[in-house]
């Protein structure tokens, strides 16, 4: 493929799909050709000069993209990606990845099949403050890895804008597979590949089918372990941190608002030397513009990612493929298994082929 701008079709133009439309506005990676939903209004709100649709037959014959971006609920997630796939189009999917663990194996394999490449969107990992934790565990700034402490949470049902957000048809789960799906997959982004999970989760507040409280106890093949809380009744707001620990030092981010923490030593018993990072311009735009301002920054790094994943360039890439997407989907299920048994859970080994 040549270095033309990658053509994307959207599907769902609503809350995050719009916000999608606008990153692809600033790519200079990917453009937005066309855009389906089920509401013209929305497409019509779109920027752009991206090609409206209300059909989805009309849609995927239209040739007008090389990748579809799937921002729909995720119950609908597989039925639209296969469709993709067997057309040859390339698929990025927002998070979760599917509402079950079959789902995520069955678009993995047609990705497979189809040889095109299947993305999961968990741009959690292009926030600043999650690239300083993650380059200290891999510079050896603090240290071996011995254990990460992470927490999401917001205040629940008031976050939500339908129903179907905490629906367990549609999502598979409650706050494990919404804001927790995204700290899922930082986990295993940083800790590599996860063992065992020992998880508890609680329904006692909304009393939804849905768990409103998730408390995981994660390890590695190495012997790392993730002590991890996602929650919907965090009266605070919306706020997630991730803190690494060495056997050197710590590295930690926070947000919102963004910022970092790196604690080190020399050895042990000598003092500490910290460095601390407020990101004042992100933190002044976000006050000036929104969350949003930093979650378009973050899909275009993503975007950047895919299309040169698509254009067949060498990595390594920050972006999620398909796999990622299925071992947190995976992660989360297993808690779920756990919190019924009483007992810790070993995960399958799960090969990187998507």
Request: charged fraction near 25%.
């Amino acid at each position: 493929m040549n270095n033309e701008p990658l053509r994307f079709g959207l599907i769902g133009a609503g809350g995050i799909g719009a916000v999608r439309a606008r990153a692809l506005e600033k790519s200079p990676d990917c453009t937005l050709t066309a855009a389906l939903d089920i509401d013209p209004e929305r497409v019509a709100g779109l920027a752009g000069t991206a090609r409206g649709f209300d059909s989805q037959q009309d849609f995927f014959e239209s040739g007008l993209f090389d990748a579809v971006l799937i921002c729909t609920p995720p119950d609908t997630h597989r039925e639209l990606a296969l469709e993709a796939l067997q057309r040859g189009l390339h698929v990025l999917v927002e998070k979760p990845m599917a509402e079950s663990v079959a789902a995520c194996r069955e678009m993995i394999a047609a990705a497979r099949d189809a040889d095109r490449i299947l993305a999961v969107g968990f741009n959690h990992r292009f926030f600043k403050g999650v690239e300083v934790v993650r380059r200290a565990i891999h510079d050896g700034t603090i240290g071996k890895l011995s254990w990460i402490r992470a927490f999401t949470g917001h205040t629940g049902l008031s976050e939500f804008k339908a129903p179907w957000m905490y629906d367990k048809k549609v999502m598979g789960g409650g706050t494990l597979m919404d804001n927790g799906v995204h700290l899922l997959d930082l986990a295993c982004h940083l800790m590599s590949e996860i063992e065992s999970v020992n998880g508890y989760v609680r329904h006692d507040f909304w009393n939804l089918e849905v768990e409103d409280n998730a408390f995981l106890h994660i390890t590695n093949s190495e012997g790392v372990v993730c002590d991890f809380h996602s929650s919907w009744t965090e009266w605070k707001g919306y706020r997630f941190f991730v803190e690494a620990y060495g056997d050197r030092g710590m590295a930690g981010m926070y947000y919102a608002p963004m910022r970092t923490r790196i604690t080190t030593v020399d050895d042990k018993g000598t003092p500490v030397h910290t460095q601390r990072n407020f990101f004042p311009l992100d933190i002044f735009r976000e006050k000036l513009f929104g969350w949003q301002v930093t979650v378009v920054e973050t899909f275009i790094h993503e975007f950047r990612d895919f299309a040169a994943r698509v254009r067949g360039q060498k990595g390594p890439f920050t972006a999620a493929s398909g796999t990622d997407g299925l071992k947190a989907c995976l992660v989360a299920n297993t808690a779920y298994e756990s919190s019924e048994s009483g007992q810790a859970i070993r995960l399958p080994i799960v090969e990187d082929n998507a």
